[in-house]
């Protein structure tokens, strides 16, 4: 069994897939070429931005944004303490502080009350009101921006982070490198009112590629500008004509066009993927030991990962049995970010973020895609069920 067949997407779109190939190889624009342009402008129709500006990979996107803001040092970042080393490694590239905030356990997603005592304790340079990072601690930073992440799939809970964000004079830029397609109430995720938003298109996301991408998305026309000249080296009228430091972030035109194929039967596949959700919670209701995850009335998630926590500190022991089953399954993620040892020196203790720390040592992820069908769920479910019985013994 795979834990995510990419495969079966091909085989539903090989013959789009190889049309548009084709199309690139025969005009050879590699880069830049027509099908980027038409590209931006389908995800900008698909999800209700204004503007989506594709690039190299989800990586940069966040980057971009950033950059496109001069945050920098002297500058707090907020994001959650329980998320992919990308979202945290973007500020910190910039020389600006990562100021982590811990989760919701059910979404796995940011709390915006807390996002709240981070901010203020930033502010008052105060760790009795939040838990803060050495350099808070020492210096006064400036409280500059916030990413909330869609984490696997399900979208943060955007009006209440955007209320804190608003109040603060805050920055925000939504990481929907798991979410391209979600629903946050009725509305699609990269046009829910943030500042920038960023996502990846690679290949395990819902919508990827057979490399690295991503994209922008924005409603501001001079953010869109500023961030086309940052994914091309800065440049001004021409690429000569450098009128800021940026990046080598173009998508490649191969890319652009794989994405145009797979983008067409997205819409059909974010119908299936509900489908095997919900195939997945019948089979785990009730299952001893598992807590399947869970999905707001308010939201409607494209299940980047499909991933349920497992009580009782059997997560590892479930594993184990789950491989030895042949049912292959995945931790995201088995550190949460404030311990990882690329940020040791921001001084974070492991009780700092206490939900983060336990959904890190619980969480595990199923075989999940859009053409699973009813037997593999039941296969899966019933390695599971065994798993958690035998590592209870």
């Keep these: 069994m795979e834990f995510i067949d990419l495969k079966a997407r091909y085989r539903r779109t090989e013959p789009r897939i190889r049309a548009r190939l084709d199309a690139v190889l025969e005009h050879g624009r590699f880069i830049m070429g027509p099908e980027v342009a038409e590209l931006e402008a389908e995800l900008a129709r698909f999800s209700g931005a204004k503007h989506c500006v594709s690039c190299s990979s989800g990586t940069d996107a ?31 590239l910039l020389g600006a502080t990562p100021v982590l905030v811990d989760i919701d356990p059910a979404t796995f997603n940011m709390d915006a009350s807390a996002l709240e005592k981070a901010v203020e304790a930033v ?63 009725g509305r699609k995720t990269c046009a829910l009112g943030c500042h920038i938003a960023a996502t990846s298109f690679f290949p395990a996301k819902p919508l990827g590629c057979f490399g690295d991408g991503g994209a922008a998305f924005t409603e501001s026309d001079e953010t869109a500008e500023t961030l086309r000249s940052i994914r091309a080296h800065g440049k001004g009228d021409d690429k000569y004509d450098n009128v800021r430091i940026g990046l080598n972030g173009r998508l490649d035109t191969l890319q652009a066009a794989i994405l145009l194929a797979n ?67 995945n931790i995201y993620y088995p550190t949460p970010m404030h311990l990882l040892a690329a940020f040791a020196h921001l001084g974070y203790a492991p009780e700092d973020m206490p939900k983060a720390h336990a959904a890190s040592g619980e969480v ?20 599971l069920r065994g798993a958690v019985k035998e590592a209870g013994r």
Excluded: C
């Design 263 to 329: 983008l067409e039967v997205f819409p059909e596949e974010v119908e299936a993927r509900q489908r095997v959700a919900a195939r997945y919670a019948e089979n785990l209701s009730n299952m001893e030991g598992i807590v399947a995850p869970a999905a707001r009335a308010d939201r409607r998630s494209v299940w980047a990962q499909y991933t349920a926590r497992v009580t009782g500190g059997r997560r590892d022991a479930v594993a184990a049995g789950m491989k030895a089953r042949g049912v292959p399954t």
């Design 62 to 92: 966040l980057l971009m944004a950033l950059m496109a803001w001069g945050v920098g040092p002297g500058d707090a970042v907020f994001l959650p303490a329980f998320s992919f080393f990308a979202t945290g490694e973007a500020p910190a």
């Design 364 to 383: 595990l992820s199923l075989p999940f895609h859009p053409y699973m069908t009813e037997d593999e769920v039941g296969i899966v479910a019933a390695a």
């Design 123 to 185: 502010a008052k340079r105060d760790p009795s009101i939040y838990p803060l990072p050495a350099p808070a601690r020492e210096r006064t930073l400036k409280p500059r921006a916030v990413i909330p992440v869609d984490l696997f799939g399900q979208s943060a809970d955007y009006d209440a982070l955007l209320a804190v964000a608003d109040k603060h004079d805050l920055s925000v830029l939504e990481d929907a490198a798991q979410s391209f397609g979600a629903e946050y109430r």
